[in-house]
């Protein structure tokens, strides 16, 4: 008789290749995206899946996760959906801290990222964007802008709204647009807002005074120009 004292691990393709048995589809379409603890995060997908294995679909609120060091691996079954059907889709995801801020239209979700897992930390309404590129990641946290206000957000506790008790909320709101975009400038610290990037002057023109924000995250102080 013989006696194996360590016998043979089996490795399935699953085990070896990350990938799910009922997987349909490894690669998709994506509007945004971030890459975390060595992982690929993309929301606002078009891929084939389950439900639609013939042809791509598109899921504006769903939020993919890539296999571990693999970004360019997308498996349609490693799905994280955080309040779907809500009627928003997903405009911006940005990382900071092992924290995942995904934005939506009108919603803010903090998502924690330890290690493989992921769970919702917060959900702050009215902290959403309209537009792509009115959030950037700074050395010193995520900002961003919309109608209600100018946000940083430093990795832990609530946002923080930058220009709350400093600059009339209705004024506010009539100078930020659908396209309004930011900016950071870790040289002078300054966190800049384009009131509108679709009309904005080119080299030789004027531009019209009030078209741009400038905070300085050193000093707190504000200015339009």
Not at 78 to 101: H, M, Q, T, W, Y
């Amino acid at each position: 008789m013989c006696i194996i004292d360590s016998p043979p691990s089996v490795f399935t393709h699953a085990v070896m290749s990350g990938l799910r048995e009922d997987t349909i589809s490894t690669e998709c379409y994506y509007r945004t995206g971030c890459v975390v603890n060595r992982r690929l995060y993309v929301g606002n997908v078009k891929q084939k899946t389950v439900d639609s294995p013939l042809s791509e679909h598109t899921y504006g609120d769903r939020m993919l996760k890539s296999v571990s060091n693999r970004f360019d691996v997308l498996p349609d079954t490693e799905f994280i959906d955080v309040n779907i059907k809500d009627g928003e889709d997903i405009i911006r995801l940005a990382a900071f801290n092992n924290r995942l801020l995904q934005f939506k239209e009108r919603t803010l979700y903090i998502i924690v990222v330890a290690g493989i897992e992921e769970y919702l930390e917060a959900k702050f309404d009215y902290m959403g964007i309209t537009h792509p590129e009115a959030c950037v990641v700074t050395d010193v946290g995520i900002a961003w802008v919309n109608k209600t206000g100018a946000y940083i957000f430093t990795g832990e506790g609530r946002p923080q709204n930058m220009v709350s008790g400093k600059i009339d909320k209705d004024e506010w709101a009539s100078f930020i647009t659908d396209n309004s975009i930011v900016g950071f400038d870790p040289t002078t610290m300054q966190f800049m807002v384009v009131k509108n990037c679709t009309s904005m002057s080119t080299e030789g023109e004027t531009s019209t005074t009030g078209d741009m924000f400038i905070h300085n995250m050193l000093t707190k102080s504000q200015r339009f120009v």
